[in-house]
């Protein structure tokens, strides 16, 4: 079926570190979303590209639309501590009208 | 605006019984969708109503049922209920689905325990 990768599961960092997840998928993507997750919250909206190619910035928050709009990636820069959480993707595969979430990765990060 | 609201918020049933989860979503959103979110699965994608049509229906067996009212509100079933069925049951409401920016805002959840 219709999949979304997301890698790694889970990440474990130094305050101050960068942080980088992957998302990929199997067949080609309208757009993607990025949520993020704090223990015990809900998922929260964070961005969504649609270009081939988009970078976009939130602060120390970088995300990547690739080329062939199969792949994305969520960098942060310098994490701290509130960045800890869960941080997934969500694809809408072309052609369809549904969101398919990856499976998140977890960021801890040691102060 | 208010948020999306879910109720109840914390659920403790057996198994055999059903349950009904409830979601109100943010005001002029007409697209609800429900997800499964537990440990192990990460979010599993259930269904999504609009305007009180199932438009998507994921992975899940007959037992999960859904339906949406004139005014946005939907509901979930859960009939027979299964140990495995404990999850946090997330809903999301977004303006349209169709085309464009149709971020999703999710509810605090429904923790569903099943003894």
């Known amino acids: 079926g219709q999949q979304v990768m997301q890698i790694p599961q889970y990440q474990h960092v130094q305050e101050g570190e960068d942080f980088t997840t992957y998302c990929n998928s199997s067949t080609t993507l309208s757009n993607i979303q990025w949520y993020k997750q704090r223990p015990g919250g809900h998922p929260v909206f964070l961005i969504q590209l649609v270009k081939s190619g988009e970078v976009k910035k939130q602060k120390r928050l970088t995300f990547q639309f690739g080329e062939a709009k199969k792949n994305s990636s969520l960098h942060i820069t310098a994490t701290q501590t509130t960045d800890v959480g869960t941080y997934f993707c969500a694809g809408k595969i072309q052609g369809a009208q549904k969101l398919v979430f990856g499976q998140g990765t977890r960021l801890t990060i040691n102060p | 605006k208010a948020g999306v609201t879910q109720t109840p918020r914390y659920l403790i049933k057996t198994r055999g019984q059903q349950v009904t989860l409830s979601c109100s979503p943010i005001?002029?959103?007409?697209?609800v969708s429900w997800y499964q979110q537990t440990p192990g699965q990460g979010l599993q994608f259930l269904f999504e109503?609009?305007?009180?049509?199932?438009?998507n229906k994921g992975n899940f067996p007959g037992r999960f049922s859904g339906r949406q009212f004139s005014n946005s509100r939907s509901e979930m079933n859960v009939s027979t209920l299964e140990l495995g069925d404990s999850a946090l049951y997330l809903c999301?409401?977004?303006?349209?689905?169709?085309?464009?920016?149709?971020?999703?805002?999710f509810g605090p959840g429904t923790r569903l325990t099943v003894t």
């Open positions: 109503y609009f305007s009180e049509t199932q438009r």
């Open positions: 999301a409401s977004s303006f349209a689905v169709f085309r464009g920016s149709y971020e999703q805002y």
């Open positions: 005001s002029g959103h007409r697209s």
